[in-house]
């Protein structure tokens, strides 16, 4: 179905009860919480209307929604286990027409590209479009763009624990009936592991940060790629660890 002017909300998984790196949101660089560069760098997008946080109802999850308030976010909170369903509430309060789908572990996540998997999902007609189906880009750019239509199908039928827990398989586990799009990069770069799951992954996000924000706070990814050239044993910090789960998006 066409869609005209939709509003596109990102909304952003974030949780302060993870398994292999608890607390990863609120973590602290350069006195800042990583969730802080994850939201500084999302409201440099041009083609989403609002950025919303979905956290959980656990008392623990007050620390991101005292942070969330302070700088002016909305937030929802819904389940921690069916994420899906915390997906779908916070769309359906926020009157979402299109839903960006970010993870609160990508505090480098690139604007510019965000705005293109939105671009394309939109041109396209997609009912659900990515630049994770086919692993091109670095892990932690991770973009999935869906139609409210889509969540709310899922929402409604969904009923193994993978669906509810990780969002959107359901999407591409049922081809037949989702219209797909898969955004690639010109190169393949999923070497690159960019995202905070583990300590390893923070003590190379951190050096990261800490090297290229006071320079160029609006960095991209082009600019990361040229820090890891010129630091190629960088790469090696996280090079050994697995990606959790059966999605290949990053879990909050």
């Not at 292999?20 to 969730?35: A, Y």
């Not at 763009?145 to 929402?155: I, K, N, T, W, Y």
């Not at 989702?178 to 393949?188: A, D, P």
């Not at 190379?204 to 990361?224: A, R, V, W």
């Amino acid at each position: 179905m066409k869609r005209f002017n939709p509003k596109v909300i990102i909304i952003v998984q974030a949780r302060m009860g993870s398994t292999r790196l608890p607390g990863k949101s609120m973590k602290m660089v350069s006195e800042r919480p990583l969730i802080s560069y994850l939201l500084e760098r999302l409201r440099r997008t041009k083609k989403a209307d609002e950025i919303v946080v979905a956290t959980t109802t656990h008392e623990r999850d007050q620390r991101i929604v005292d942070f969330c308030r302070e700088e002016h976010i909305p937030v929802y909170r819904g389940s921690e286990e069916n994420v899906l369903d915390r997906y779908y509430q916070a769309a359906k309060a926020s009157a979402a027409d299109v839903i960006v789908r970010i993870t609160g572990d990508c505090p480098l996540i690139d604007p510019t590209i965000v705005d293109q998997v939105i671009a394309f999902f939109l041109k396209n007609d997609y009912d659900y479009a990515s630049n994770s189906l086919e692993r091109t880009f670095p892990r932690g750019l991770d973009t999935e763009v869906f139609s409210f239509e889509a969540l709310e199908q899922a929402a409604m039928e969904a009923t193994s624990p993978e669906d509810k827990e990780h969002v959107t398989p359901f999407f591409y586990r049922n081809p037949e009936r989702f219209n797909l799009g898969s955004y690639t990069c010109q190169e393949n770069l999923s070497r690159h592991r960019w995202t905070v799951d583990t300590q390893e992954d923070f003590i190379l996000i951190s050096k990261i940060l800490t090297e290229l924000y006071p320079k160029k706070p609006d960095f991209h990814m082009e600019d990361i790629l040229q820090l890891m050239e010129e630091n190629p044993e960088w790469e090696k910090i996280n090079a050994h660890v697995k990606q959790k789960g059966i999605c290949e998006c990053p879990e909050d």
